[in-house]
């Protein structure tokens, strides 16, 4: 997998992705926090993104990739802890679209976000 400098500057890593499944885990720590002291909404939102398109990915083909086009996401809880763990599986993929869902658990296991999201499925350049 190809180097992220985002991704290593918020200390996100896959864990596993393969069949239509992938956790990807983030590191807690104070950067990455809002005000009020729990993870930024936009970290989990990269989560969801991260992970979701890690599911697509390991079912594509080696000259395919794939861009979001569409990410949601609900909040249920503050993120707080050391490390927050997103699982997310593939709902559907077809030949242009694949569409995917995410939960998001902090390290005491609550559920703190859900999220959903669609990828475009593209052919690379030769």
């Known amino acids: 997998m190809k180097k992220n400098p985002f991704w290593e500057y918020i200390h996100l890593e896959v864990l596993s992705a393969s069949n239509g499944t992938a956790q990807v885990k983030c590191?807690?720590?104070?950067?990455?926090?809002?005000s009020s002291?729990?993870?930024?909404?936009?970290?989990?939102?990269?989560?969801?993104?991260?992970?979701?398109?890690?599911?697509?990915?390991?079912?594509?083909?080696?000259?395919?990739?794939?861009?979001?086009?569409?990410l949601n996401i609900k909040y249920i809880k503050p993120a707080r802890g050391t490390t927050i763990l997103a699982k997310a599986s593939l709902s559907n993929k077809g030949g242009k679209l694949a569409v995917g869902t995410c939960e998001i658990f902090d390290d005491n296991n609550n559920l703190v976000a859900i999220g959903?999201?669609?990828?475009?499925?593209?052919?690379?350049?030769?």
């Open 37 to 70: 002291g729990s993870v930024h909404g936009g970290v989990l939102a990269t989560l969801v993104d991260t992970s979701i398109g890690n599911a697509v990915l390991s079912k594509l083909d080696s000259n395919q990739s794939t861009v979001t086009v569409d």
């Open 27 to 34: 590191n807690v720590f104070e950067s990455i926090l809002n």
């Open 116 to 126: 959903n999201a669609t990828f475009m499925i593209l052919n690379k350049k030769e």
